[in-house]
């Protein structure tokens, strides 16, 4: 895996937040001039001595840069300009020198305009998507990439961009594709884990996994995938799944493997999906013969099982949850990003009515809002490498895995966006589940939660502040090295991998942060110990999948993986 394929796969897994509202509408809307924009200008114009001062310098600079007595160079990071062209041709040495210098004009008159968060994180996107479209590697007529692509090849690169972006832009989503559609098979590379489902019901396949230890831990684990992405991120390969790792540590492991929901599912909401856990868990437990289930849950899934677990609380059955695990959940959504940002009360009802219409939101349309959130990673670096140097995207399960995409319920989004909107689960009784109204404060089993320091979707800021509001008597908070993917596709053996540990004392994220123990590799291991110490005795591991009445109906990854 290159590092340039491992950035963008830490970047990957289409946000929960940004489905709220902005998934709903077109990438040109969103960059239209609007409210904000008039709010960035006039903030401008009062502080025309700033914006002089900007106008001045980058008109000097370009003064300079035109004879050639520029040293602006573009950060040792920047991958953009690595080709020795950039350096060593003149004229697009003076370009890419005019370009970076633009762009900082660009960032400084954002941070002069003073804007407050909203319109800040609003105008970033625009200011951002702008600077990234004009960098001069983008453009086949200025690229040095694409000249040397078009003499290797006698021009068949240009034919092969040409079709591929043909190709991209006459379905959804209209991003520079960054996998190939039949780069894994589901099932023979990808989700290869033994295993067999052993229920099926119009929503999910509950999935137990083979033992792969004589002895197993008595009680055993429920892994909860957003309802968003397929839960194989979970499985993704043999090596890298953390199914694998758990099993392997003698962990009994079920999964639950939403169906992806078509027009007919469009009432499926909250009290649904919840069901649908207390369920697997009733499942899972009767094939187990234990009492108490863990819940390793992953962002959407997370607030599904941190809610499900309150009701479970409020109606006196808390006891069964014997470990919450939330990883890369967002709780809390005091200003959590820039989808919290985007939100209004006018597009909240405006992205309902829409999914109201449909049935569901298209994961295509969450795929490509979440692409141009992340333009250089997401967009542009493939759209040099596709299009301007006719080349096929490097083959890489993580970003195969974001390339399948899945609808969300109408009633879902719905419930979802009023509860965001209200920031309902901070205040007891804010929302309902199951009838019960929701106090996460009632949650008693202790609790594991994992944030990623690099996690642009769920800010591990906001993930600590989401632990907070839990109960848990004993509640560890994890702070991984990666971004949201990598947080959770993390296998011990990495050794620039590292993680933090503490409890949730500390009020502010950042004293927590300056109090926290680092311990080197994967926070795997130190899952799977804590595991050990709440799951009960060590027993058999069991001979067979399944149990009465619940027997295994087909060799993992099931089918509803396999539904388009």
């Excluded at 229920?199 to 009680?219: C, D, G, H």
């Excluded at 469009?266 to 069901?275: H, T």
């Excluded at 609808?407 to 309902?432: E, F, I, Y």
């Excluded at 993390?490 to 409890?503: C, D, F, I, L």
Aim: charged share 20%.
């Amino acid at each position: 895996m290159t590092m340039a394929t491992k950035t963008a796969a830490d970047e990957l897994a289409v946000p929960l937040d940004l489905l709220l509202t902005s998934a709903t509408k077109p990438f040109a809307s969103r960059m239209l001039p609007d409210a904000t924009w008039a709010r960035f200008g006039a903030n401008l114009a009062k502080q025309p001595g700033a914006v002089a001062g900007r106008i001045g310098a980058l008109t000097r600079e370009l003064g300079a840069i035109a004879a050639g007595n520029s040293h602006r160079v573009p950060a040792r990071s920047d991958k953009r300009f690595a080709d020795p062209a950039w350096e060593q041709n003149p004229l697009l040495h003076r370009i890419m020198q005019a370009y970076l210098a633009g762009a900082e004009t660009a960032e400084g008159l954002l941070a002069d305009a003073g804007l407050d968060w909203r319109d800040q994180e609003r105008m970033r996107f625009v200011v951002d998507n702008l600077v990234e479209g004009l960098a001069p590697g983008n453009n086949p007529l200025i690229s040095p990439l694409g000249w040397k692509a078009m003499i290797d090849t006698g021009g068949l690169s240009a034919v092969r961009g040409v079709k591929a972006f043909a190709r991209d832009m006459l379905s959804k989503p209209r991003v520079p594709a960054m996998v190939e559609p039949d780069a894994f098979v589901v099932g023979e590379s990808l989700a290869v884990t033994k295993g067999a489902v052993v229920l099926q019901t119009s929503m999910f396949e509950l999935i137990q996994y083979a033992p792969q230890t004589a002895k197993v831990r008595e009680i055993p684990l429920l892994m909860v995938p957003p309802v968003i992405n397929k839960y194989y991120v979970m499985d993704i390969a043999p090596g890298r799944s953390i199914i694998e790792y758990f099993v392997q540590q003698g962990q009994q492991v079920f999964v639950i493997s939403w169906r992806n929901p078509h027009k007919r599912h469009r009432d499926w909401g909250f009290d649904a999906y919840g069901a649908a856990i207390v369920e697997a868990m009733d499942a899972m437990q009767a094939i187990t013969g234990t009492d108490s289930t863990h819940l390793f849950a992953t962002c959407s899934g997370g607030i599904l099982a941190a809610m499900t677990a309150a009701h479970l609380a409020g109606v006196g059955e808390g006891d069964r949850v014997a470990g919450l695990n939330l990883s890369v959940t967002v709780l809390d959504e005091t200003r959590a990003g820039f989808a919290a940002a985007m939100m209004s009360d006018r597009a909240a009802q405006a992205a309902i009515r829409v999914s109201g219409r449909k049935g569901y939101l298209d994961g295509r349309d969450m795929a490509e809002m979440f692409a141009w959130l992340r333009p250089t990673d997401l967009v542009w670096r493939y759209w040099v490498n596709n299009y301007v140097q006719g080349r096929k995207p490097a083959p890489f399960d993580v970003l195969f895995w974001n390339a399948d995409t899945t609808r969300m319920t109408a009633a879902l989004h719905r419930d979802m966006v009023l509860m965001a909107m209200r920031n309902a689960l901070v205040n007891p009784g804010g929302v309902s589940m199951l009838g019960t109204p929701v106090d996460l404060g009632k949650i008693t089993s202790d609790a594991y939660v994992v944030g990623g320091v690099a996690d642009h979707i769920s800010p591990w800021q906001a993930t600590y502040r989401s632990a907070r509001l839990l109960g848990s008597k004993d509640n560890r908070y994890v702070l991984s090295t990666s971004g949201h993917i990598a947080a959770l596709v993390n296998p011990p053996g990495n050794p620039k991998a590292s993680y933090r540990t503490g409890p949730v004392d500390a009020e502010d994220p950042q004293r927590w942060l300056e109090s926290s123990h680092t311990s080197s590799d994967s926070w795997w291991p130190d899952y799977v110990a804590w595991l050990a110490e709440r799951s009960g005795p060590v027993v058999d591991a069991p001979k067979t999948l399944g149990g009465e009445g619940l027997p295994p109906l087909g060799p993992a990854p099931g089918s509803y993986v396999m539904e388009k």
